[in-house]
C-alpha cells in the first residue's frame, strides 16, 4: 500500500498451507477480587481459520465468545494456551505470549477488532477519529487524508456528518464510523465482535454487504453474531463454544 508503514526485521514467508489463525487449547479466566472468587472466561478452545476464511463463533450468552475474541486481539491475556498467527510482517507468532511492541505493530497495520459500540476520545468528529487511525497506518499527509476520505465515502458515512462529534450518531451511524476507522488499516484479519446486535434489518444488510466485500477482497473474518441466519452465504462455517468445535460447514483449515 502507498505511504503504508512498515516494520523493520520483517521475516520470512510461511507455505500458503499454514493456517492465519491456529488456537490450540486456549483458557482464560477471570479473579473477581472484591467477591473473593474466579469464573471461567473460555475452556480448552482450539480451532484453525484459514486465509480468507469467514468463521462465525455462536454458543449461549456467558459461553466465552467475546474473551475469546479479545484474547485473540489480546485485550485479555489468555492464561494458558497458544493463538498461533501467521502474520505478513513476522511469520508465525504466538498472540498468546507476543511481546507487546510487535502485538502494538500487528493491532495497528494487520488486526481489526469491530464491535457494536465506538469508544473514542470525547470531542473527537468523526473525520478526526478515521484520520487517526489512518495516520497509525501511512506515513505521509497526502495517503492519510486521501485514505480517510477513501474510507469514509466507501461505507457510505454521511457528508453532513464527517466533522461532528458521534455522541449524538444513531447506532448504524456509529458502526459505520466504526468499520470505517478499522478499515483504513486495510487489517488482513477482521474480529467482529457482535457488531450487528443493536442495528435494525437495513443497517444490518449494509453491514452484510460490507462483509460480502471484505470477503471477496481476501480479508480473513472470525465473528460473533447472534443471527447466523443472517449470514448465511457469507459465513464458512460456523463454531460453536459449547459443543467446543466447528459444527457446520466444511473445513477449509482442518
Ligand atoms: N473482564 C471480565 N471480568 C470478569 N468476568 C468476565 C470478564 N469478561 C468476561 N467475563 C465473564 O466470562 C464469561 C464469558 O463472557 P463473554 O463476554 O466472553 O461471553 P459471551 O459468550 O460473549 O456472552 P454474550 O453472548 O452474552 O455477549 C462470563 O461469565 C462473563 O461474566
Redesign the pocket.
Known amino acids: 500500500m502507498s505511504g503504508a508503514k512498515s516494520f523493520a526485521g520483517a521475516s520470512a514467508a510461511v507455505p500458503a498451507s499454514t493456517p492465519l489463525l491456529d488456537i490450540q487449547d486456549v483458557s482464560k479466566g ?1 479473579t ?1 477480587h472484591a467477591a473473593g472468587r474466579r ?4 475452556e480448552h478452545i482450539s480451532m484453525r481459520v484459514g486465509h480468507g476464511e469467514f468463521v462465525g463463533v455462536t ?1 449461549r ?7 475469546i475474541l479479545k484474547c485473540i486481539y489480546r485485550t485479555n491475556l489468555p492464561e494458558s494456551g497458544k493463538i498461533l498467527y501467521d502474520s505478513a510482517a513476522f511469520g508465525v507468532v504466538d498472540l498468546a505470549t507476543l511481546d507487546e511492541r510487535r502485538m502494538i505493530y500487528l493491532r495497528n497495520n494487520e488486526i481489526g477488532y469491530i464491535s457494536q459500540f465506538l469508544d473514542c476520545v470525547p470531542r473527537t468528529t468523526a473525520r478526526q477519529i478515521v484520520r487517526a487511525s489512518a495516520s497509525e497506518a501511512f506515513e505521509d499527509e497526502e495517503a492519510i487524508e486521501s485514505e480517510t476520505t477513501r474510507m469514509l465515502e466507501h461505507f457510505d458515512f454521511p457528508k453532513n456528518l464527517w466533522d461532528l462529534y458521534p455522541n449524538t450518531f444513531s447506532g448504524g451511524e456509529k458502526l459505520r464510523l466504526n468499520i470505517a476507522r478499522a478499515m483504513v488499516r486495510r487489517p488482513r484479519f477482521l474480529l467482529l465482535d ?1 457488531p450487528t446486535d443493536s442495528l435494525d434489518n437495513a443497517s444490518k444488510a449494509k453491514v452484510r454487504e460490507l462483509i460480502e466485500q471484505l470477503k471477496a477482497s481476501g480479508t480473513t473474518m472470525l465473528g ?1 453474531f447472534h443471527d447466523l441466519e443472517f449470514m448465511e452465504g457469507v459465513c464458512d462455517r460456523e463454531y460453536n ?1 459449547q459443543a467446543g468445535g466447528f459444527v457446520a460447514g466444511s473445513s477449509v483449515a482442518e
Do not use: A, P, R
Open positions: 477471570f473477581l469464573v471461567s472466561g473460555c454458543g450468552s456467558g459461553s466465552g465468545k467475546s474473551t457482535e460473533i463454544m
